[in-house]
Nanobody, 117 residues
Framework: QVQLVESGGGLVQPGGSLRLSCAAS????????MNWYRQAPGKQRELVAG???????NYPDFVKGRFTISRSNANNTVYLQMNSLKPEDTAVYYC???????????WGQGTQVTVSS
């Protein structure tokens, strides 16, 4: 049973930075994609970054140049480095594992990011 645990959220001022972590436990079969999504109050959940098991990354335009997704195979952890944060980045951020062969998604519990002065 795969489990995902996020950490690293918090309150940051506009222009600041945060790094989120997502630790995965349990067996993870390739191929897969690890993603970060976010959901703000009253809005739909949206993708902010993804990385495949081969290291290919994907970002929507609204975070390109500000967010960077990376992974550590040694400890099955995915990171989201967020720079130049804006108030509109305020949301609950969720880690997601997409197991492609099984078309199965596993979600973490979410971590709150608040960008405010």
């Amino acid at each position: 049973q795969v489990q995902l645990v996020e950490s690293g959220g918090g309150l940051v001022q506009p222009g600041g930075s945060l790094r989120l972590s997502c630790a995965a436990s349990g067996g993870i079969l390739r191929p897969y994609v690890m993603n970060w999504y976010r959901q703000a109050p009253g809005k739909q959940r949206e993708l902010v970054a993804g990385i495949t098991n081969s290291g290919i990354t994907n970002y929507p335009d609204f975070v390109k140049g500000r967010f960077t997704i990376s992974r550590s195979n040694a400890n099955n952890t995915v990171y989201l480095q967020m720079n130049s944060l804006k108030p509109e980045d305020t949301a609950v951020y969720y880690c997601n594992l997409h197991l492609i062969l099984f078309q199965r998604h596993v979600w973490g519990q979410g971590t709150q990011v608040t960008v405010s002065s």
